[in-house]
Each structure stands twice: as C-alpha cells, then as structure tokens.
C-alpha cells in the first residue's frame, strides 16, 4: 500500500525508531513500527484485520471518513483513504479492497 504523511514532523515519527521513542515511549514507537510494516505490506486495505489486534476501522462522528488502527491503549493511527477516486461499495460505503493509498493524518486518544 502507498503511504502518505499529513506533515513531516509525523514522518518522522513514523519512520524513525528512535524519534518515536522519544516522543512516544519504547512500547508505543513498537506497535507504532509494528503497524507501519502491516500497511506497507499490504496491497489493500482489506489485507488490514479489523479484529484485534491491529482493529482497523473506520470511525464515526466527527472522525467520520478516517480510519484507525490501535496501538498501545488509548492510542490508536490515524489515516485517510487517498485513492483518487475514493474507493466506494455498492453500498455506498468504503470499498476496503480498493483502498490501496491512505495519509497517516495522526497518532491520537480518540476516546
């Protein structure tokens, strides 16, 4: 899968082992950089298991059209499909096999 970054301060992060654990701690920055290798390694997002524990899924209200993937508890990846055009099913929800592009926008508490 192609993999974006919202900023480059948070490509960094994402890339950079000892730059995540610096700002995340030794246990984050590993699910941080466990995560990262499912996603580059997948071909599409449907690759990416919704049960634990990677969890990916999409969330909902003001979160709506981003999607996540846990990492150490409360913290979880966040990203968006970049596909263009964006990926949709008949039933006019995201089609998981065609989100082959996301954006990583941030690594956050949701709750």
Not at 10 to 20: D, I, P, R, T, Y
Not at 23 to 44: P, V, Y
Not at 79 to 98: M, T
Request: glycine fraction near 6%; aromatic fraction near 4%.
């Amino acid at each position: 899968m192609d993999i974006y970054f919202r900023t480059k301060k948070l490509q960094k992060l994402c890339s950079v082992s000892l730059e995540a654990q610096k700002h995340l701690g030794a246990k984050r920055a590993r699910k941080l950089q466990q995560r990262m290798m499912e996603l580059k390694a997948a071909i599409s997002l449907d690759e990416i298991s919704r049960l634990p524990p990677a969890r990916c899924h999409e969330l909902t209200g003001n979160r709506k059209g981003q999607l996540s993937v846990d990492l150490e508890h409360p913290y979880r990846l966040l990203f968006i499909p970049v596909n263009n055009p964006s990926p949709e099913a008949e039933d006019g929800g995201l089609d998981w096999p065609g989100v082959t592009e996301i954006e990583i926008i941030g690594i956050v508490d949701t709750h």
